[in-house]
């Protein structure tokens, strides 16, 4: 069974390649050690062929796939993963009327994702309708993501998993498909202020998981593991420009939507869907550092926040309300925040300070970057990360420091390295306060 899946995602792919103007290969080799909660050493194998297919000069088909061996050394087994990236038809039309300078239209797989990238950031199944005046711009997208590969890997994209239903899919791991999904996602960028962009984005998220896999409304027994639909809702705001000489990006996004609760009163308890209200809003200051000697010359500092709303009376991470309204910030994807810790965009505060430059190095290039992490929690509810003492009421989750390098050694051959360190604070229990590592080299070739 896994072949004939891994045939159908290759076959995707590959009839196109084959008569594509541009086509490419890249093959990467990863050797990654871990001992984020236990000690943990694997290598694997990153093969991700794209093309370029242009259909006259309004249209094009493009794709990418991939295929990633892997092997475990401290489970001792090897981990097969695969999916299709991309599958993507595009038409672009330049003036197409009177008052639009152009319209774009999208069908296939591709990537979709909210305006700061907190929210959503994933490939999905989908249409994508964008029209381009002078003054705004407008976007009407839908997608479904009950197609993508329960089996792909989070190295290249991640899983969702909003609530127990896609955590046991997760777990089981026998379903050939991820967690089902229908999103709707409306955006506009309106015209710049004082040289200020601003962007507004809509997006609806409604959970699709068959009727089996849920808890109905009014049972009156607990079913543990199991919960309900989660629907959700965001409205984003984002603003982005520069401000004398720093540039930045601040954000702000309100999330509704409903959660299945286990309530009690007199008369009982039961399961009952209850409202979301939460927040999420983060800001990233950055400052170039022209002034600085060769070969620092390329070199910038930024200085961010982030903050993602939590519950103090949720009982987990994933569904744990227990009162009338849900608090904790809720994504549909979260991105990678530390090389070691990285928890969900939920119930989190997060400051960062980060130096990035790229000296020249006799005939190379090195690209470089420094960060330090200090990670809160605003409530003393759960995170979903594992080893949260849930006797503390502590804020302080640690701080993590990261550093990455990466130089092309030729025009198609590269090699980068990602290390960090992780020191828990406080709020880990005390098996948890040992200092947690993760260091990664890569290998890429070209084609």
Do not use: H
Not at 24 to 48: K, Q, R
Not at 263 to 277: E, M, N, R, T
Not at 302 to 310: D, N, V
Not at 376 to 394: C, L
């Amino acid at each position: 069974m896994k072949r004939v899946r891994l045939l159908l995602s290759l076959f995707a792919v590959v009839p196109f390649a084959l008569c594509a103007q541009e086509a490419s290969l890249s093959l990467a080799t990863n050797a990654t050690a871990t001992n984020l909660g236990s000690f943990d050493a694997y290598i694997y194998e990153l093969a991700t062929p794209s093309f370029s297919l242009p259909l006259g000069t309004t249209a094009e088909i493009a794709g990418s796939g991939y295929v990633m061996p892997s092997y475990d050394f401290v489970a001792q087994n090897a981990p097969f993963y695969y999916g299709l990236q991309k599958l993507r038809y595009e038409l672009a039309l330049k003036n197409p009327g009177e008052s639009m300078s152009a319209f774009v239209f999208d069908a296939g797989r591709f990537d979709f994702s909210d305006p700061s990238g907190y929210i959503l950031a994933s490939p999905a199944d989908g249409f994508s309708f964008q029209f381009k005046y002078p003054a705004i711009e407008v976007a009407f997208r839908s997608a479904y993501t009950g197609l993508l590969f329960l089996k792909g890997s989070t190295t290249v994209s991640p899983l969702i998993e909003m609530s127990l239903a896609d955590k046991s899919r997760i777990d089981a791991g026998t379903d050939l498909t991820g967690s089902p999904r229908f999103i709707a996602q409306v955006d506009l960028s309106l015209p710049k202020f004082f040289g200020q962009a601003i962007d507004f984005s809509c997006i609806s998220q409604n959970d699709l998981n068959p009727d089996s896999s849920l808890v109905s409304a009014g049972t009156s027994i607990y079913q543990s593991g199991m919960g309900g639909r989660v629907n959700t809702q965001y409205f984003e705001l984002k603003s982005s420009g520069s401000i004398v000489v720093v540039d930045y990006d601040a954000f702000f996004a309100y999330g509704s939507g409903t959660t299945l609760t286990w309530l009690g009163d007199s008369s009982g308890a039961s399961y009952q869907y209850c409202p979301i209200s939460s927040c999420l809003a983060g800001l990233k200051a950055s400052l170039p550092l022209d002034d600085l000697p060769a070969p620092l010359a390329l070199s910038s500092a930024a200085f961010s926040l982030l903050y993602a709303s939590g519950d103090r009376n949720a009982s987990s991470a994933i569904e744990g309300n227990t009162s009338s309204t849900y608090a904790a910030f809720t994504p549909i994807t979260s991105p990678t925040l530390g090389a070691v810790f990285s928890p969900s965009i939920s119930n989190l505060l997060l400051g960062e300070l980060s130096f990035t430059t790229s000296p020249t190095i006799g005939d190379y290039t090195v690209n470089s970057s420094a960060k330090l992490l200090s990670f809160f929690r605003p409530t003393s509810g759960p995170i979903s990360e594992d080893g949260v003492d849930p006797a503390s009421t502590s804020p302080y989750l640690g701080t993590e420091m990261d550093i990455s390098l990466s130089a092309g050694l030729f025009s198609d051959f590269g090699l980068s390295f990602v290390g960090g360190l992780f020191f828990p604070g406080e709020a880990f229990a005390s098996s948890y306060q040992s200092v947690q590592f993760s260091a990664a080299v890569t290998a890429t070739i070209t084609m």
